[in-house]
Nanobody, 128 residues
Framework: VQLQASGGGSVQAGGSLRLSCAAS????????MGWFRQTPGKEREFVAA??????????LYENSAAGRFTVSRDDAKNTVYLEMNSLKPEDTAVYYC????????????????????WGQGTLVTVSS
């Protein structure tokens, strides 16, 4: 599985960005797809995830992302998106997309260790 993340950039606080994760797998709907972020010196942290089709595309968000970020999937384009609105300086990080085995276990979807394939990361910088 190969994942290609894109869409990062520099924005001012309050702005928006949409990250994309293009997958080489036959269909992203066969996997749980997650978004994580990482800043220097810190562990990779969960941001959002969307379940495989068996989980009906259920979405899950980290508390600070809920209400501002939206994860979605376009099966025709085999791409997962992370729409980020009302961005804050603390959202500055390298964002990674990841593919994991199908599951509807929320705790499993939050754990980076449960994901098998990772994209290369895309940098998001939010200035105040």
């Amino acid at each position: 599985v190969q994942l290609q993340a894109s869409g990062g950039g520099s924005v001012q606080a309050g702005g928006s960005l949409r990250l994309s994760c293009a997958a080489s797998i036959p269909t992203v709907s066969d996997y749980n797809m997650g978004w994580f972020r990482q800043t220097p010196g810190k562990e990779r942290e969960f941001v959002a995830a969307i379940s495989w089709r068996g989980g009906r595309g259920a979405t899950l968000y980290e508390n600070s992302a809920a209400g501002r970020f939206t994860v979605s999937r376009d099966d025709a384009k085999n791409t997962v998106y992370l729409e980020m609105n009302s961005l804050k300086p603390e959202d500055t990080a390298v964002y990674y997309c990841a593919a994991g085995p199908p599951s509807i276990n929320a705790e499993s979807m939050r754990r980076a260790s449960r994901y098998l394939s990772w994209g290369q990361g895309t940098l998001v910088t939010v200035s105040s």
